[in-house]
């Protein structure tokens, strides 16, 4: 590969932006400067910028406490998006696997993994996905049943068979559920059927993948080796 492609899949810019950077004697391959764009790098060679070693990395994987507030879009005119939380050192081809709610927070998947995206979101595939939420509205063993069943939320079809947790019951319910599938707005259309409203919604998991705990809204991290190996073996990629 080229150095200046190289340096561009490292995420360092566009061709004429790595160019320069070459061109300034900012970049050494193994251990000399290198100053022609076009000199070739395998996969072995030892590439730094500024004395920061590089590793090439063609596909990321990262995950993120996405917090209320924003939308889960790679560029909005109006609004922060999921990619505004990605520290500067991320790719920038990453885009997120499947949709939160703009008021919805919780575990998000970015990459640019288009094979690993289409697999946890193919509905032949049924992926659990579980969230925490609180109600408006007394949720009683009576929907857990509904929810075992399938809902009808105004589509052509019922909704999946769901598992109906209550942590609490009361004028203010505290439940977890998990679907496997992924219609527009299923889970706060699924308690309006039952004449409850979600008044706060939260995603933990999506399949293996588990919301880091030590990550607060906002903040994301880099999947870890195991947590990616699992994803893969789970979803048949």
């Known amino acids: 590969m080229r150095l200046d492609k190289y340096l561009c899949e490292a995420g360092y810019g566009t061709r004429t932006e790595v160019k320069k950077i070459i061109k300034a004697g900012l970049v050494t391959h193994n251990g000399t400067k290198a100053l022609r764009p ?11 910028v500024n004395g920061q070693k590089l590793s090439l990395c063609t596909v990321e994987y990262w995950m993120l406490h996405k917090p209320a507030g924003c939308v889960s879009a790679t560029e909005d005119r109006a609004l922060p998006t999921v990619i505004d939380y990605l520290p500067e050192e991320a790719r920038k081809d990453l885009f997120p696997v499947g949709r939160l709610d703009r008021d919805t927070e919780g575990l998000l998947l970015l990459t640019n993994d288009g094979k690993l995206a289409h697999y946890l979101l193919s509905p032949r595939r049924h992926v659990d996905k579980v969230y925490y939420a609180r109600i408006l509205g007394k949720v009683t063993e009576a929907h857990v049943e509904q929810f075992a069943r399938g809902l009808d939320i105004g589509d052509e079809k019922e909704t999946l068979p769901a598992a109906l947790h209550i942590l609490s019951s009361g004028p203010e319910s505290e439940i977890q559920v998990t679907i496997r599938e992924g219609r527009y707005h299923q889970v706060k259309r699924m308690f309006e059927a039952i004449d409850c409203q979600v008044v706060y919604l939260k995603r933990l998991s999506m399949g293996s993948l588990i919301l880091d705990e030590a990550l607060t809204p906002g903040d994301c991290r880099k999947l870890t080796e195991e947590e990616l190996q699992k994803l893969k073996e789970d979803t048949g990629c």
């Open 38 to 48: 076009e000199q070739k790098v395998m996969e072995t060679d030892q590439v730094a």
